[in-house]
């Protein structure tokens, strides 16, 4: 039977690797109906921590293995609700905006300018009654506070004035996929590539304390990445025949995957 988790229908999980990698390390832990699981951070510190590392370090492997991923650019719709000017940013975003950051009105597409988060509060300051509310133009990516200093920075957006109806915003990032944080993220690049990172992780897991597997595992992450690099080259000749999205003053940008957040950050794509 194989080793491998991976499911065709589903990109896999944050908590599928924290589970693969303490398996190959030899800290194997199944739940109450015998599944295979990650360690629980409260029970196991020392195991969680060390899986959560060689899990970061097997994302990072796939991530430098192609430095041109389509998955690597990504779209993100942010769902403004009127009254709310803060929002959480997509777990895999680590603060590197690549074009401009638009929204549809009844009218034009309307361009919001990236500023810094002084600014965005010195304006809220400043500004009074009327000023304070509207169609946002301007906007302030900044890290917020980290509550558990064992995970990633995360990031949020603030928008000024504060959106006086709902629209989304849409914008396009560089996706930075050795930033999960929680058990149900989901690896960006799709289910097409689970078996690479599944691959990675494991090889990682067998440097950090399975010395002997590490050769096999090399040989079945070598393959699994020849397989991903070509799905790739294929998915970019499919695509650069379409016609790009536009987004915001005739700019045009190929997006291959549109992600949808929600009011608080949660992905729903």
């Known amino acids: 039977m ?12 944050y908590g599928d690797l924290l589970a693969v990698a303490a398996r190959v390390m030899g800290d194997q832990f199944n739940d109450e109906n015998g599944r295979l ?3 629980d951070p409260v029970l196991y510190p020392e195991q969680a921590d060390k899986a959560a590392r060689v899990v970061r370090r097997g994302l990072a492997r796939v991530v430098s293995a192609k430095p041109d991923w389509a998955w690597l650019r990504q779209a993100v719709a942010l ?40 600014d965005v509060i010195g304006k ?5 009654g009327s000023e304070q509310t509207g169609d946002p ?38 996706a930075e996929p050795e930033a999960m944080r929680d058990s149900t993220d ?16 494991m090889l990682e897991a067998a440097n950090e304390a399975a010395p002997e597997r590490r050769d096999v595992l090399m040989q079945e992450y070598e393959t699994a990445k020849g ?5 790739d080259d294929r998915a970019k000749a499919r695509n650069s025949g379409r016609l ?26």
């Not at 997509?90 to 590197?96: A, I, L, Q, T, V």
């Not at 809220?124 to 009074?128: E, I, K, L, P």
């Not at 790009?244 to 729903?268: A, C, I, Q």
């Open 2 to 13: 194989s080793e491998y988790l991976t499911n065709s229908g589903m990109s896999i999980t």
């Open 37 to 39: 699981t990650y360690p």
């Open 79 to 118: 769902d403004l609700e009127s009254g709310e000017d803060d929002y959480d940013m997509p777990w895999f975003f680590m603060g590197r905006i690549l074009g401009p950051v638009t929204y549809q009105t009844p009218g034009p597409m309307r361009e919001v300018i990236v500023t810094t988060i002084d």
């Open 124 to 128: 809220f300051r400043a500004g009074s």
């Open 137 to 174: 133009t301007h906007c302030a990516f900044y890290v917020g506070e980290k509550t558990d200093p064992s995970q990633p920075a995360f990031w949020k957006v603030r928008f000024y004035p504060t959106p006086s109806r709902a629209v989304t915003v849409v914008m396009g990032v560089r």
């Open 186 to 201: 989901q690896f960006i690049a799709g289910s097409e590539y689970n078996r690479m990172v599944e691959a990675a992780v």
């Open 227 to 231: 397989d991903a690099i070509r799905n």
């Open 244 to 269: 790009e999205r536009t987004m915001g003053y005739g700019n045009g940008y190929p997006w291959y995957r549109v992600t949808s957040v929600s009011v608080n950050g949660t992905l729903v794509n």
